[in-house]
């Protein structure tokens, strides 16, 4: 099994803020990775017209997840995993600004791109808690054991 990634990366794992925009080039010259994922937990399904999704990230900025290309009822949300409650996970996701000043920006996830769009069962707080877990850790984190550098933890005898 391949390990958690380190979601602390905010380079691969960056926030709603930090995405690029629509239409922008992926790399401006910062070190943006080939690849990234906007993990955000999901608050609340307000598909009205369109699947649309309210979230927040990890900085506590909201925002919406729309769809597009699918009607009310194309696409099931919640057999996808993608409820209340859980982790969403958006590939190369591409931040749209808000149309004026009082609205929030959104991410727009196209038809062809929804596939991609997974969901992690549990809220993003636990989620970001796992992928800190140390492969060689020293010192447990339950009991405060010790072991060796080098050799993990050993049970208890």
């Not at 070190?31 to 993990?39: G, H, I, M, S």
């Not at 727009?108 to 997974?118: G, S, T």
């Not at 492969?135 to 050993?154: F, P, Q």
């Amino acid at each position: 099994m391949a390990p958690l990634p380190d979601f602390s990366n905010r380079e691969r794992f960056p926030t709603f803020v930090t995405i690029p925009e629509a239409g922008a080039p992926a790399s401006d010259g910062s070190q943006q990775p080939e690849e990234w994922y906007l993990l955000a937990h999901i608050k609340n399904d307000m598909t009205i017209a369109k699947p649309t999704l309210v979230v927040e990230d990890r900085d506590g900025s909201p925002f919406a997840v729309v769809f597009e290309g699918y009607g009310r009822d194309d696409l099931d949300l919640k057999a996808r995993g993608l409820k209340k409650g859980n982790t969403i996970v958006l590939p190369r996701a591409r931040r749209v600004p808000p149309a004026d000043e009082t609205k929030r920006g959104f991410v727009r996830v196209d038809k062809a791109d929804a596939a991609a769009v997974k969901a992690v069962p549990g809220a993003l707080e636990r989620v970001l808690a796992l992928g800190g877990v140390e492969e060689n850790a020293t010192v447990c984190s339950a009991c405060g054991g010790k072991g060796e550098a080098g050799a993990g933890l050993r049970m208890p005898d």
